[in-house]
């Protein structure tokens, strides 16, 4: 039985070890002359990718993109002290591609975001990821305020990244009214006292998320609140499509 579990253990690590090799190799060379610009835009479709499969639950498609922020070339024209930030970047972004359960890639994602929101802060920079024009979406239907988590997940995203204290507040405003019983999600007798538990738990994180006025803290109810949804995803079969 303990070899057998190793053995499988060691043949997933080859497995993503080969991913990693071949998609530094591949990014790497394209990415040294990039413009900072071109750049971030490089590092927020990573990073969003690896958001969407945690999001649905789905741990093996998001260490590609993950292993990508890990192992890329920085820009070439990065702002004065950029080392620090990049090299923690990194180390969440490792510690994501490697997680072994998605509550741990949740809070490294989440870390990851905060740290991208640190440097634009250190640099006077805010909200650049900041999308207040987006309506939530409107109905009472279970899909509708799943919808409505996922809009809520988006805002903070947006807060934690820009950084923007708008965003981070819209999303925990629509959190707060988003209302989903068990029984409305289908969910098997036996399954019902975790889905409660799963979703009360989001509510509490809502008003958490409400009080918390740090990066730290908000980065610490992100990465649980993701892993809310991730547990769900991938216990029940729902969710939202992956990228
Ligand atoms: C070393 C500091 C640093 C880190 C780390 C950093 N950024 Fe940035 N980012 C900047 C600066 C400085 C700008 C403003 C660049 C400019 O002048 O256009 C910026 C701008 C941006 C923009 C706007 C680009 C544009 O011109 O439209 C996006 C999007 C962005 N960052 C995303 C991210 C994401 C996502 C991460 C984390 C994965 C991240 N950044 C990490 C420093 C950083
Ligand atoms: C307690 C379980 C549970 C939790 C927690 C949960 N979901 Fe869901 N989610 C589901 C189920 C079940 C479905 C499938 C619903 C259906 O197709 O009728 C679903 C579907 C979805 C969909 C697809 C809706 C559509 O358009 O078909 C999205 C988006 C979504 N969830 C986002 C989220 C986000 C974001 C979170 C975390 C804040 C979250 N969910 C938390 C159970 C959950």
Not at 31 to 45: F, V
Not at 50 to 65: L, T
Not at 158 to 167: C, F, R, T, V
Request: charged share 20%; with cysteine.
């Amino acid at each position: 039985m303990k070899t057998c579990r190793l053995s499988r253990a060691s043949v997933a690590i080859a497995a993503i070890a080969a991913t990693f090799v071949a998609v530094a190799a591949q990014h790497g060379a394209a990415s040294a002359d990039a413009s900072l610009s071109e750049h971030m835009h490089r590092h927020m479709s990573s990073i969003r990718a690896v958001k969407q499969f945690i999001i649905a639950g789905q741990i093996d498609g998001m260490r590609e993109p993950a292993v990508w922020l890990a192992e890329h070339e920085p820009a070439s024209d990065l702002p004065a002290g950029w080392e620090p930030y990049v090299t923690e970047l990194r180390q969440h972004a490792l510690d994501t591609a490697f997680a072994n359960h998605l509550v741990f890639a949740a809070a490294s994602l989440s870390e990851m975001a905060r740290t991208c929101g640190d440097c634009h802060r250190a640099n006077n920079v805010s909200g650049v990821v900041d999308d207040a024009t987006r309506p939530a979406p409107e109905g009472d239907s279970v899909r509708v305020q799943m919808r409505r988590h996922l809009w809520a997940a988006d805002r903070m995203w947006e807060g934690l990244i820009g950084p923007s204290d708008n965003a981070w507040n819209d999303g925990i405003g629509v959190l707060a009214s988003v209302d989903v019983e068990s029984a409305d999600i289908g969910a098997l007798p036996e399954q019902e006292p975790k889905v409660d538990y799963l979703l009360t738990r989001v509510r509490e994180l809502g008003e958490l998320g409400g009080e918390a006025d740090s990066s730290e803290t908000r980065s610490a109810v992100y990465g649980e609140f993701l892993s809310l949804c991730a547990d769900c995803h991938s216990w029940t079969g729902g969710g939202p499509a992956v990228p």
